[in-house]
């Protein structure tokens, strides 16, 4: 997958928890991510169906459904946030 399903991703996590606040909870975020970022949504799930299409049957790959993707997003982020990014 050579370059990030996300592009400018950091940017858009610090953006999105500044305008909602550092508390939203992770169903917030995914919530709020779909709305504000919707081409980056359709993105993650072209290239996981891409992925999907690739994989040779009774294999996988290493990325995660969408949703799955996003909530890892998000525990990433709060981490980084929890450190004092």
Known sequence: ??????????????KLFETYGHGITEDEFIE????????????????????????????SHPMPEPTKYLENMYKVYVKKLGKGL
């Open 1 to 14: 997958m050579g370059q990030s399903v996300v592009v400018k991703k950091e940017e858009k996590l610090s």
């Open 32 to 59: 709020l991510f779909k709305k504000d970022y919707l081409k980056d949504w359709d993105r993650i799930n072209k290239v996981f169906l891409d992925e999907e299409k690739k994989t040779k049957p009774g294999k």
